[in-house]
């Protein structure tokens, strides 16, 4: 990978942790973009099988031609992402935007509130 698509990449991340970049969920599952005047940076997470996750960084001008285009690929019973950093920057990228964008930090604090009242949690509605 280009040392300027990783410098790229580990910024957007940090950003996105801080809560300072917009990305919008695209159509379909877990496919999000960020335009940026005329260039979209486009990023995709697919599971592809047998425990195997793709993801897809993307960056495309204003008349949709693909400039950059790196795909990781994450298998099962591969090192873990903490283990080989190096490696795994687009799906700490991908998991960073999807966990920003669907709202999963204040889900699970919601749920961790209200499992922390105590009694009966999880009734049905009548």
Excluded at 17 to 45: H, P, Q, S, Y
Excluded at 73 to 101: C, I, M, N, W, Y
Aim: glycine letters at 10%; one cysteine or more; aromatic letters at 4%.
């Amino acid at each position: 990978m280009e040392k300027k698509v990783r410098v790229l990449i580990d910024n957007l991340t940090q950003k996105t942790k801080r809560g300072d970049v917009r990305w919008r969920k695209l159509d379909g599952v877990d496919c999000f973009e960020l335009k940026l005047g005329a260039t979209t940076i486009e990023l995709r997470r697919e599971c592809v099988g047998r425990g195997a996750i793709v993801y897809q960084f993307s960056i495309i001008n204003g008349v949709d031609d693909k400039l950059i285009s790196i795909q990781e690929v994450h298998t099962a019973g591969q090192r873990t992402p903490a283990e080989r950093k190096d490696l795994f920057v687009l799906g700490e990228l991908v998991e960073e935007v999807r966990s920003f964008t669907l709202g999963v930090t204040g889900i699970v604090d919601k749920l961790l509130a209200e499992v922390l009242l105590g009694g009966v949690i999880g009734k049905e509605s009548v």
